[in-house]
């Protein structure tokens, strides 16, 4: 089993950064519809995806935003932070096959443990899809959490 450590109020350091990054596949887009609801026909359907303005199908926008969800709880500060608001502007479609980076970067520490963080989403080709700000309340003391197994889920 592996493990996750965070990195506590005390030690997080106004420009330190961090990356998480994932490659956008077909059992990704179907997951997210189903369990999110969002049934759009630009992320499912081709045919309908061909007559839009993008003249393929997109990934859901919201999917950047939980790729910056998992870069906050996983990489920076990790495991034991709390979501307190997140700002998105979506600059690019996401593509199937795309390679995301969530790149973040702390800006300022506030009081009370809460901290501004930069969140910005990069395809593979470098260009910014996603530009955002978090701001979130980190934890208080370091920790490392062991990695629960997610257990196996089928479409059908």
Known sequence: MSSLSNTPYEALEVGQ????????????????AAMSGDHNPVH???EFAATTLFRERI????FSG???????????PGP??????????FALPVKLGDTLTVRLEILEKLPKFRVRIATQVFNQRDEM???????????????????????????G
């Open 44 to 46: 499912l359907d081709a």
């Open 80 to 89: 034991g932070t709390i979501y307190l608001g997140q700002t998105m502007r």
């Open 129 to 155: 899809v996603v530009d955002g700000e978090a701001e979130i309340l980190a934890p208080r003391k370091a920790q490392t959490v062991e990695i629960k197994a997610v257990p196996t889920v089928s479409i």
């Open 59 to 62: 990934a859901h926008g919201m």
């Open 17 to 32: 950064k961090a990356t998480y990054s994932k490659t956008v596949e077909e059992r990704d887009i179907q997951l997210f």
């Open 66 to 76: 939980a790729l910056i969800s998992a870069a906050v709880a996983c990489e920076l």
